[in-house]
């Protein structure tokens, strides 16, 4: 996966407002915010989702984790080296639990973890089965709280059905998931594997501004990588390239709306707080003409949020 932590931390406005709302949740509704509580971040890249934790619980202790080296270390440097509020371990969270860290496994395995976090990571567990077992043995039973926003991003709704064989293509070799199965795989995972209980689901839909030219040249690489795993691993090198290329325009036009820029003395003015209303659903977005690159855009994603709680048997 090619997360870079520096650009990454700096750029990751998408994700923050949903992480906002996920700790808004979280005090209103389920956790005292006084209590020295012990949260585990799951994928916390940076450490940004890990560095919002901390401030809005202050007595607690937050224990991040992810798979990629640089994001921890980037973590490490700005968070728990200032702090030791803050642990973080580079570890797959996609591997079952004996096969984590063992220190991490160590400091987990006692079950008193009051507040597992996730937010825009999930997605990237292919096995939320396996992810599940880990959780049950971590959470603390009883009063344990899971609360996580996982991204599913529906672009095959955007296949343009004339196009044969885009179609054939996509159907042949991309062995996407519907929502539905993405969704109630989740859900089994909580409900049978990490043996939780009181699930409840909230789908919704945030938008946020970017850059255009930064989305495209770069962002976008991220959900692209998202969509390629489930390439077939039998096809060529250049049927995969093709097949990519098809994903990112697929990208591009479920996700944009250009936002018209606003003209006034014959200047562009892209004020993310003073848009204008009129925005054009973007069939265009994939124009290569298209020179206006400082343009801004709106980015929607497709999240669905899930708060599940420890149930009242002490499983082992
Ligand atoms: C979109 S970022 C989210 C970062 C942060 N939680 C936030 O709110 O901005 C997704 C993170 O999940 C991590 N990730 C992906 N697959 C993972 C895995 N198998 N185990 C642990 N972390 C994983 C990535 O490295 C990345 O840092």
Request: a negative charge.
């Amino acid at each position: 996966m090619e997360f870079d932590p520096s650009k990454y931390s700096t750029t990751s406005f998408d994700s923050m407002g949903p992480a906002l709302k996920l700790i808004h949740l979280i005090k209103k509704q389920i956790i005292d915010i006084n209590q020295p509580l012990r949260i585990v971040d799951l994928g916390c890249g940076p450490g940004n989702s890990s560095c919002l934790l901390a401030e809005s619980f202050p007595q607690s202790t937050i224990i991040g984790l992810d798979v990629v080296p640089e994001m921890i270390e980037h973590a490490k440097k700005n968070f728990s080296k200032k702090n030791d509020r803050f642990k973080f371990f580079v570890q797959d969270l996609g591997l079952p639990f004996d096969k984590w860290n063992t220190e991490l496994r160590e400091l987990l395995q006692t079950k008193q973890v009051d507040l597992i976090f996730s937010n825009y990571a999930l997605q990237w567990i292919f096995n939320p089965s396996i992810l599940g077992d880990s959780l049950r043995k971590i959470l603390k039973p009883k009063t344990g709280v899971l609360v996580a926003n996982i991204l599913f991003s529906d672009i095959l709704s955007v296949v343009d059905q004339n196009d044969q064989y885009e179609c054939k293509l996509l159907e042949k070799y991309l062995h996407y998931p519907s929502e539905k199965q993405f969704i109630s795989e989740w859900i089994f995972g909580l409900k049978n594997d990490a043996h939780l209980n009181d699930i409840w689901l909230h789908y919704w839909q945030p938008k946020c501004i970017y850059p255009e030219k930064y989305y495209r040249e770069s962002y976008v690489k991220i959900p692209l990588k998202w969509h390629e795993h489930f390439i077939d691993n039998s096809v060529s090198e250049d049927l995969r390239k093709e097949i990519s290329k098809i994903l990112t325009k697929l990208i591009l036009k479920k996700r944009i709306t250009r936002i018209i820029p606003r003209k006034m003395n014959g200047l562009n003015h892209h004020h993310n707080d003073d848009v204008d209303v009129n925005q054009v659903k973007n069939g265009d977005a994939n124009d290569d003409d298209d020179d206006d690159e400082m343009n801004d855009i709106e980015i929607e994603q497709q999240l669905w949020t899930v708060v599940a709680r420890s149930s009242n048997d002490n499983f082992v």
